[in-house]
């Protein structure tokens, strides 16, 4: 099986932006949705955003801590890669990230369950600091 891979990862000042990537196997021709994920010291793994892969993909959902501040997007729909701008960040921020897919489309807090996602990036770093 072949995993996500996640890239763009770094470090960024209080209202900077970063933008990280994710490259994932999965068939165009097939419903699959991607997620951003997030896991920072001491706490549990927390849903970031998430998008439908392939032609009648497209959905995009939010956390209510990055609405309005990070947008999920994909290449096209022929196209696995899928990335996550983030703007505006915030101290509260820094976490390492994890692109992850699953299956199926989703829809609202449906999409926010981590153990409804079967493939894991091995993550990378954000870290937003003066």
């Known amino acids: 099986q072949v995993l996500p891979v996640e890239s763009g990862g770094g470090v960024a000042q209080p209202g900077g932006s970063l933008r990280l990537s994710c490259v994932a196997s999965?068939?165009?021709?097939?419903?699959?949705?991607m997620g951003w994920f997030r896991q920072a010291p001491g706490k549990e793994r927390a849903f970031v955003a998430s998008?439908?892969?392939?032609?009648?993909?497209?959905?995009?959902?939010y956390a209510d801590s990055v609405k309005g501040r990070f947008t999920i997007s994909r290449e096209n729909a022929n196209n696995t890669t899928v990335y996550l701008q983030m703007n505006s960040l915030k101290p509260e921020d820094t976490a390492i990230y994890y692109c992850?897919?699953?299956?199926?489309?989703?829809?609202?807090?449906?999409?926010?369950?981590?153990?409804?996602?079967?493939?894991w990036g091995r993550g990378t770093q954000v870290t937003v600091s003066p």
């Open positions: 992850a897919t699953r299956g199926d489309y989703c829809s609202g807090y449906g999409c926010f369950r981590a153990t409804s996602y079967r493939s």
């Open positions: 999965v068939r165009s021709d097939r419903s699959s949705t």
């Open positions: 998008i439908g892969l392939g032609w009648r993909g497209g959905n995009k959902y």
